[in-house]
Every structure is written in structure tokens, then in C-alpha cells.
């Protein structure tokens, strides 16, 4: 039995290739155990779908395959198969985020844009699916969005620093939610920055009207299965590029991404990557 990590985004990874893998044994699929809000309002059971089953076939997914695959990296869509697997699930995610954020009283309208920061043990942990993104990145997104759905006067930074770091750490990743924050302010927006508990953040962005990400499982979930645009960088493990095509270019993004192998470190200065990721004018 894997072991089932009880964070939010890593837990409905661990979920949706539960359900995945049940419905390739084609047998019935049972919940992984969690007492945690709102994922603990997740179905139990869920009946077998021949519809998803002719996906899965489709797109080339076995049981073999699926068990050589890390729970938690379910949710990274590498490739057109992937995302049409995903494509699948996206409307039951949707309906059963709904319901379980319902029970808890969270199913409230979020009104502005989200952009989610990730920075914690990212990116010092040099995990070859996080990274940095350049400023265009969020500069283009609310482009698009405006373009999508009009003006929002204000944008949500919703950036948290605690996870798997330190106080060193922590400084460090404030720094770099500042140079966002003054990047978009100057973009024409005001940024309201927030950091509630991971619930009411999770709330927050499936509940808005868009959702921009670096990329993250919690962030992907939220954005993907949520109510609004959903625009993403990453979904690839460096030094493998991504190879989705058509698939996915409804809402990822490619090119942005700093890579890991062109930072000789990220223990200095935090304005030096600011400046060079394009936040700050040289």
C-alpha cells in the first residue's frame, strides 16, 4: 500500500490515480483514508466508468503503467494522453470539489483573479518540477484574462512560506512575493496579498474567476477542476521538456521557466533573480 500524503494537492493526485487505477482493474474504488476538511467529504466510492475506461485505452494507460507512477506526480500533464485522461475527470473533479467545499462552507464566490506563488522549499530544493518563472509570465496571463473575461481591478496574491522550510527561507521567499506584488502593481492592479489556512486558500482559487500558477498540485486542482481561466507554466521534470500539444493549450503555458541549471545557487540575494527573472528594472 502507498502511503498517502495528507496535503492537499498531493492527496487528490493520490485520489484521482486511485480512481484511475481502479477503473483500469475495472473493480470497485475505495477512498484513500483522511480526516482532513473537505477531503474528507470526497466520495467514498465511486461506480466504474466505462466511458473513462475507453479513455484510458485510447491513451495508451495500463496497470503497469499506472503503478510505475508516483501518486503525487499524477497530476503532471506531460503529454496529449495524459491531458485527455485528465480532460476525463474534469468534469466529476469539478462537481465533487463543489460539493465537498459546500459541506464545508467554503463554496463562497472568490471576485478577483488569483496568481499563486509557490515558494518555500521551492526553489531551493531544486525540485526538477518547481521553478521560477519570468515576470512576462504573469504579465501575459492577465493579459489574456482581460482578454477572456475583462478588467479585474484587483489581483490575489495568495503566497504562503512555511512549508518545509526556515526562517532564512521564509525571508527569502517574501522577498520574492514583494518583487511579484510590485511587478503587477505596476501592470495597473491592486494586489491584495493573502495567506489563510491551505482550505480557505484552496477555496479561494476554485472559487475564482481565474487562477494563474508557476505551477503546483495544490494550485493545478483549484485552477483546473475550478470555476474560472486556468493558465499554468511547468508540468515537466527537468531536463525532460514538456511534449503536450494541442491538449493543453486551452490553458499551459510553455517558456517562462527559469531551470534549475542556470542558477548556480539560491541562497543570495533575492533581488538578483529579481532583477534577472525581469520583476526589477537593471
Known amino acids: 500500500m ?9 492527496y487528490l493526485s493520490h485520489y484521482f490515480w486511485a480512481y484511475v487505477l481502479a477503473v483500469l482493474r475495472q473493480q470497485p474504488f475505495s477512498k484513500p483514508s483522511t480526516d482532513r476538511p473537505i477531503l474528507r467529504d470526497l466520495p467514498e466510492t465511486v461506480p466504474f466508468s466505462p466511458r473513462l475506461a475507453e479513455v484510458l485505452r485510447r491513451a495508451g494507460f495500463t496497470v503497469e503503467r499506472l503503478e510505475k507512477m508516483n501518486p ?28 465537498a467545499l459546500e459541506k464545508n462552507g467554503l463554496l463562497v464566490r472568490s471576485p478577483y483573479p488569483v496568481i499563486h506563488f509557490r515558494c518555500s522549499d521551492v526553489p531551493f530544493a531544486r525540485n526538477p518540477n518547481y521553478h521560477l518563472v519570468r515576470a512576462e509570465f504573469y ?13 479585474s481591478p484587483c489581483v490575489v496574491l495568495l503566497s504562503c512560506h512555511a512549508h518545509n522550510t526556515d526562517r532564512r527561507r521564509e525571508t527569502q521567499c517574501s522577498a520574492y512575493a514583494e518583487g511579484i506584488r510590485r511587478y503587477v502593481t505596476g501592470l ?24 494563474i500558477t508557476p505551477g503546483s498540485s495544490f ?17 515537466f521534470f527537468e531536463p525532460s521538456p514538456n511534449r503536450c500539444g494541442t491538449a493543453c493549450a486551452g490553458w499551459l503555458r ?6 534549475h541549471r542556470d542558477v548556480p545557487s539560491y541562497e543570495g540575494d533575492p533581488e538578483i533573480l529579481l532583477k534577472r527573472l525581469g520583476y526589477v528594472s537593471k
Not at 139 to 151: N, P, T, V
Not at 193 to 200: D, I, K, L, M
Not at 219 to 235: C, I, K, R, T
Open 254 to 259: 510553455k517558456g517562462y521557466t527559469l531551470l
Open 219 to 235: 494550485s493545478f486542482f483549484a485552477g483546473f477542476m475550478g470555476s474560472g481561466v486556468f493558465l499554468s507554466e511547468g508540468h
Open 72 to 99: 503525487n506526480s499524477f497530476w503532471v500533464i506531460r503529454d496529449d494522453g495524459t491531458a485527455a485522461v485528465m480532460e476525463a475527470l474534469r468534469p466529476w473533479g469539478k462537481h465533487l470539489l463543489r460539493k
Open 2 to 10: 502507498v502511503e498517502v500524503n495528507q496535503s492537499i494537492g498531493n
Open 139 to 151: 504579465r501575459d496571463c492577465l493579459e489574456e484574462i482581460r482578454q477572456k473575461i475583462g478588467f
Open 188 to 211: 495597473g492592479y491592486r494586489v491584495l496579498v493573502r495567506c489563510e489556512t491551505p482550505e480557505q486558500d484552496f477555496a479561494t482559487m476554485l472559487n475564482a474567476p481565474a487562477v
